[in-house]
């Protein structure tokens, strides 16, 4: 893939707070946002879009600080952005 290709990365932070999120999970969006990306919450997972040569900066970024913030575990899945 390229580096200026187009991905989406959608991932799940745990634990799971009912009614919104926990400190865990607004942290590790803020930290994404930060960098210029634009995250959308859906009813299944979180999606963000970047390019691939990106991606990596952006998802480390998103683990550093969710695990910093309490998170016990993060499931994320990077693929071809079909927009």
């Not at 390229?2 to 999970?25: C, D, K, Q, R, S």
């Not at 990106?54 to 695990?67: I, K, P, S």
Request: no cysteine.
């Amino acid at each position: 893939m390229l580096p200026n290709a187009a991905v989406m990365v959608e991932f799940t932070i745990e634990p799971f707070v009912e009614g919104a999120p926990g400190p865990h999970v607004t942290a590790a969006v803020a930290a994404v946002e930060a960098l210029g990306v634009t995250v959308e919450f859906g009813p299944f997972g979180t999606t963000l879009r970047a390019t691939a040569g990106e991606a990596g900066r952006v998802v480390a970024a998103l683990l550093d600080v969710a695990y910093a913030n309490g998170a016990t575990h993060v499931s994320i899945h990077i693929g071809p952005d079909g927009e």
